[in-house]
């Protein structure tokens, strides 16, 4: 089936540092990845949707020089968070699909800590 | 506007007995997929099933079932003989045919006693 893997599976990092994650379809290539946010014990937020070749999609209240999107393949994402703050510490965790006939898969997230 | 509630924010049961988990959507759009995410304490997603809203035709896969009724714009999940590994957050889930956007609903945490 769709693999999709994340990396890394967690990152301490100290305030004001910047923090790359990646997401790649392993099996597949994904034109479009979503980008979601989950605090504690909260429902996923979708953040962005990722387009291979173009800009980003930033879902209202996101801030997206802060969260920086590249999609230079067909097979990865990466997203930044810059400047890390305390109140970016959460779960993040993309997701992609083969197709728009396939139901979307889900990396194993990232959990950020920001001290 | 798109909407999934949960509205059962934690349950516990104890191991064999049978559980449901709601979940009621709201759209207006008349095509439209549902569906049923796992999330272990590990945190990540499992895909469990996916409805297109055509068929509401219930589905039965080993332990679970699934019961979609558009009339009441519910697709309700039941685990039968639960077990302690099936312990997780449950996520409801509603994507549009128009677009690529999953909405979530708030999750159900699931907790199987021994």
């Known amino acids: 089936g769709a693999v999709v893997s994340q990396h890394p599976s967690w990152v301490i990092c100290k305030s004001g540092t910047s923090v790359k994650i990646e997401c790649r379809s392993l099996d597949f290539q994904a034109t479009t990845m979503f980008w979601y946010r989950q605090f504690p014990k909260q429902s996923l937020m979708l953040m962005a949707t990722s387009n291979e070749g173009s800009k980003a999609t930033y879902e209202q209240g996101v801030e997206k020089d802060k969260f920086l999107i590249n999609h230079a393949s067909l097979t990865l994402s990466t997203l930044t968070v810059t400047s890390a703050h305390p109140e970016d510490s959460s779960f993040y965790i993309c997701s992609a699909r083969p197709d728009q006939f396939s139901p979307l898969h889900f990396g194993n997230g990232t959990r950020l800590t920001v001290t | 506007a798109q909407k999934v509630t949960q509205a059962q924010t934690e349950i516990s049961v104890v191991e064999k007995e049978d559980v449901t988990l709601d979940c009621v959507y709201e759209?207006?759009?008349?095509?439209?997929?549902l569906f049923w995410y796992k999330q272990p304490p590990s945190g990540e997603l499992v895909f469990l099933i996916r409805?297109?809203?055509?068929?509401?035709q219930n589905e039965i896969s080993g332990r679970y079932s699934w019961n979609f009724q558009k009339s009441t714009s519910s697709f309700n999940f039941t685990i039968t003989a639960s077990q302690v590994v099936d312990s997780a957050v449950y996520f409801c889930?509603?994507?549009?045919?128009?677009?690529?956007?999953?909405?979530f609903g708030k999750g159900t945490r699931l907790h199987i006693l021994p």
């Open positions: 889930a509603l994507r549009m045919n128009r677009d690529d956007k999953i909405i």
């Open positions: 759209t207006r759009d008349t095509t439209y997929y």
């Open positions: 409805r297109n809203s055509f068929d509401e």
